[in-house]
């Protein structure tokens, strides 16, 4: 099985920053994650794309939050990272880290994150 932990949630005013970080874990050696991304949720409503971005380093947004949120990775730790600016209240959600095909010692496929609660609020 592959763990995807992620930290970095939390509550901020509006028009403030924070930083996801997901890290990608298993058992036995992770050899290579396809696409590493962020999802997020709000009640009511199902879960949309947030970031993704591939071993490549190829990167895509959703509209609402270009030109403010930058993903990144580093493949050696197989970690990805959110780096989310000027938030807004419509941000406020719960964001889940995702793997797609993961390729590892004794897994593979696509896992997902428990999820991490980013509230925006003053």
Same mark, same amino acid.
């Given at each position: ?9 939390? !509550? *901020?005013?509006?028009?403030? %920053? ?5 890290? &990608? ?5 992770? @050899?290579? +994650? $396809? ?13 949309? !794309? *947030?970031?993704?971005?591939? %071993? ?5 947004? &959703? ?5 403010? @949120?930058? +993903? $990144? ?13 000027? !938030? ?35």
């Amino acid at each position: 099985q592959v763990q995807l932990v992620e930290s970095g949630g939390g !509550l *901020v005013q509006p028009g403030g %920053s924070l930083r996801l970080s997901c890290a &990608a874990s298993a058992s036995g050696s992770i @050899f290579s +994650i $396809s696409t590493m991304g962020w999802y997020r949720r709000t009640p009511g409503k199902q879960r949309e !794309l *947030v970031a993704t971005i591939t %071993s490549g380093g190829f990167t895509n947004y &959703a509209n609402s939050v270009k030109g403010r @949120f930058t +993903i $990144s990775r580093d493949n050696a730790k197989n970690t990805v990272y959110l780096q989310m600016n000027r !938030l807004e209240p419509e941000d406020t959600a719960v964001y889940y880290c995702n793997a797609e095909g993961v390729v590892a010692a004794r897994a593979s496929g696509d896992f997902w994150g428990q999820g991490t609660q980013v509230t925006v609020s003053s």
